[in-house]
């Protein structure tokens, strides 16, 4: 309570007092690389997958991009074009799995990535605490 009514009192609230002490320390450098240092850890984990994702979808063999192609349209019997068709759609719902399973792969890595990311700075804050005043 005593806290309280000095913070009111004050112009500054003492968490401010705190992180001067703080930046002055010691510890405040060393806190400040090895977070850096997990932070481009995560940064370059999360543009790893994105370049293993972007390098899977671009090297994956589809053998139509997008549209019908021109033999399909040229065959003489409904049979026929209506098979070729089938087959055809279902290349293209296999292209879209393949999609999707790797934007959820490199989804996952990317939250494996954040979360490795956190515990090292959970870790880094918590091996550099003050003692309170």
């Given at each position: ?28 450098a060393?806190?400040?690389e090895?977070?850096s ?8 984990a ?20 997008g549209?019908?192609?021109a033999?399909?349209?040229k ?56 003692p309170?005043?």
């Open positions: 309570k005593r806290r309280y009514i000095q913070d009111r009192q004050d112009s500054r609230p003492s968490f401010y007092a705190a992180l001067e002490r703080y930046t002055a320390s010691p510890d405040a060393a806190v400040r090895n977070v240092a997990a932070v481009q850890a995560y940064e370059e999360v543009t790893t997958a994105a370049h293993a994702y972007e390098e899977a979808v671009r090297t994956a063999v589809y053998t139509h991009h549209n019908s192609p033999w399909m349209t065959l003489p019997f409904g049979p026929l074009k209506r098979k070729a068709k089938e087959a055809f759609e279902r290349s293209q719902e296999a292209k879209q799995s393949f999609e999707r399973s790797q934007e959820k792969e490199k989804e996952f890595l990317c939250s494996q990535a954040k979360a490795k990311s956190i515990e090292a700075i959970l870790k880094i804050s918590l091996n550099h605490r003050m309170r005043p």
